[in-house]
């Protein structure tokens, strides 16, 4: 039985830059995986979806080239091809991941992992078993779309992301449950290909972990460009019938009947936490995730776990950073721990949201007072050279501090504006250092100086 100082289950963004950083601290590291090496984010999920969103936006742009002087006369889409880029981007990815474990001596394994007993490792697949052992465990096995009972996906009619991905041809009409950020990223995605497509939200708004005021607009301007949305909406049942697919809902206290070609489910995740002997240890789990401390330490002593499997927020960006954290740990280093209210979360739809820290209400509801600064998209040089008007940027401030607490936006690039807040916020910037710093003429940025201006009553352009 061979034996390593880490063994890291799951090889998305959480495990394998778990186990490189543990190799560059000169670890014998391995790493098992099932399927892909990059996980869901990289095959299924983050990099793909984002590929298939670029076709999107670049059909947006040939739809108003007329806009810009440029007459374009015909164009056809061609899903297949859509598809086809975006596997090639996953693909490429994959192999960079594959060559990065390699370049820093990380042995990987092909197969499913189960923890036996004494931090033993049975790893399977289709040509043999074996078993391996280490000192320390990174459990890193991500997660799956959760299944409401009586909504199982087919495959055919009622999809998961996955099917959403790869379509063979585009359906004319799509409903769409859940409206976080998966729901959001395929109804834009579909809509600007010209699906008719239906939104569906329990809670009373779209967006529910943004800021109010952001999710407000965002749905004014999805329903602009055709989406139509639901909220309070509470699913009944649904008939598959004809290669069509209709649900019944209670919506305003009255039933209502929605029929399309499919139906996707976009309502959050579940921990992959099944077949993985988790019985043999004594970690425990709470709503399909594994619980761990600050250190992402279980109650196994030597097991961590990190990323989608260990709880919220489920991004990528999060699980990397876990792993990391994870290793610095393991090779006896102090970690600067996360703090929650500095990572960003991005939506790629069209028009882009992003957010950082906490929202008006959540502010408030902790018991800060505020100061609130915005500033739109419509009285921006750059946004109107660009022909982006939709969007706002929105930041909230401690009023006797001058702390950031939080910064929203909505509209062109805002998920490449966003890093400037997370930065002020990781150095605890106040009012007075974001006022006092130069932005660039003409940026979209100027938005986020102006947006801060404008709490204090500063603002130039507003």
């Known amino acids: 039985m061979e034996n390593y100082d880490v063994i890291v289950i799951g090889g998305g963004p959480g495990g394998y830059v778990a186990a490189i950083r543990c190799a560059q601290l000169g670890k014998k590291v391995a790493l098992v995986e099932k399927e892909h090496l990059g996980g869901v984010c990289l095959n299924w999920g983050c990099i793909p979806t984002k590929a298939l969103l670029k076709s999107a936006e670049m059909l947006h742009h040939i739809k108003h080239a007329q806009d810009f002087g440029i007459n374009i006369a015909e164009y056809k889409i061609d899903i297949k091809q859509m598809v086809a880029r975006s596997r090639r981007v996953s693909s490429q990815l994959a192999a960079g991941i594959k060559g990065l474990l390699k370049k820093n001596k990380v042995t990987v394994f092909e197969g499913t992992a189960q923890i036996a007993k004494n931090k033993i490792i049975e790893v399977k697949n289709s040509k043999e078993q074996f078993s391996i052992k280490a000192s320390n465990i990174i459990i890193a096995t991500g997660a799956r779309p959760k299944i409401l009972p009586g909504f199982e996906p087919d495959g055919k009619q009622i999809w998961t992301s996955r099917e959403a991905m790869i379509p063979e041809s585009l359906p004319k009409s799509i409903i769409i449950v859940g409206s976080g950020a998966i729901g959001i990223e395929f109804a834009s995605f579909y809509n600007a290909l010209g699906v008719?497509?239906?939104?569906?939200?329990?809670?009373?708004?779209?967006?529910?972990?943004?800021?109010?005021?952001?999710?407000?607009?965002?749905?004014?301007?999805?329903?602009?460009?055709?989406?139509?949305?639901?909220?309070?909406?509470?699913?009944?049942?649904?008939?598959?019938?004809?290669?069509?697919?209709?649900?019944?809902?209670?919506?305003?206290?009255?039933?209502?009947?929605?029929?399309?070609?499919?139906?996707?489910?976009?309502?959050?995740?579940?921990?992959?936490?099944?077949?993985?002997?988790?019985?043999?240890?004594?970690?425990?789990?709470?709503?399909?995730?594994?619980?761990?401390?600050?250190?992402?330490?279980?109650?196994?002593?030597?097991?961590?776990?990190?990323?989608?499997?260990?709880?919220?927020?489920?991004?990528?960006?999060?699980?990397?950073?876990?792993?990391?954290?994870?290793?610095?740990?393991?090779?006896?280093?102090?970690?600067?721990?996360?703090?929650?209210?500095?990572?960003?979360?991005?939506?790629?739809?069209?028009?882009?949201?992003?957010?950082?820290?906490?929202?008006?209400?959540?502010?408030?509801?902790?018991?800060?007072?505020?100061?609130?600064?915005?500033?739109?998209?419509?009285?921006?040089?750059?946004?109107?050279?660009?022909?982006?008007?939709?969007?706002?940027?929105?930041?909230?401030f401690d009023a006797k501090t001058g702390e950031l607490l939080g910064a929203h936006m909505i509209g062109a690039e805002v998920t490449e504006l966003i890093q400037g807040y997370v930065i002020a916020k990781n150095l605890e910037a106040t009012e007075l250092d974001l006022i006092n710093t130069i932005f660039p003429h003409p940026t979209l940025s100027e938005m986020m100086h102006e947006s801060v201006l404008q709490a204090y009553g500063k603002a130039i352009h507003i």
Not at 207 to 234: C, H, R
Not at 263 to 268: E, I, K, Y
Not at 300 to 318: C, F, N, R, T
């Open 196 to 396: 008719d497509v239906t939104i569906l939200e329990a809670q009373d708004r779209i967006l529910p972990v943004e800021d109010a005021e952001i999710s407000a607009l965002a749905q004014k301007i999805f329903i602009q460009q055709g989406i139509k949305i639901f909220t309070n909406v509470k699913l009944l049942d649904h008939k598959i019938s004809q290669n069509q697919i209709s649900v019944n809902i209670q919506f305003e206290e009255k039933k209502h009947l929605h029929t399309a070609d499919k139906l996707l489910m976009a309502v959050g995740i579940s921990g992959n936490i099944a077949n993985i002997g988790l019985e043999n240890t004594k970690i425990k789990v709470a709503n399909s995730h594994i619980v761990t401390d600050e250190f992402m330490q279980t109650d196994e002593v030597g097991i961590y776990a990190i990323g989608d499997v260990a709880g919220s927020p489920w991004l990528a960006h999060k699980a990397s950073h876990e792993g990391i954290i994870v290793a610095n740990m393991i090779a006896g280093l102090k970690p600067h721990l996360i703090n929650k209210n500095n990572i960003p979360g991005c939506t790629y739809s069209y028009p882009q949201i992003a957010s950082v820290g906490l929202t008006e209400s959540a502010a408030k509801a902790v018991g800060y007072q505020v100061r609130v600064g915005k500033f739109p998209y419509q009285a921006n040089g750059k946004a109107l050279a660009l022909g982006e008007l939709n969007g706002l940027i929105k930041t909230i």
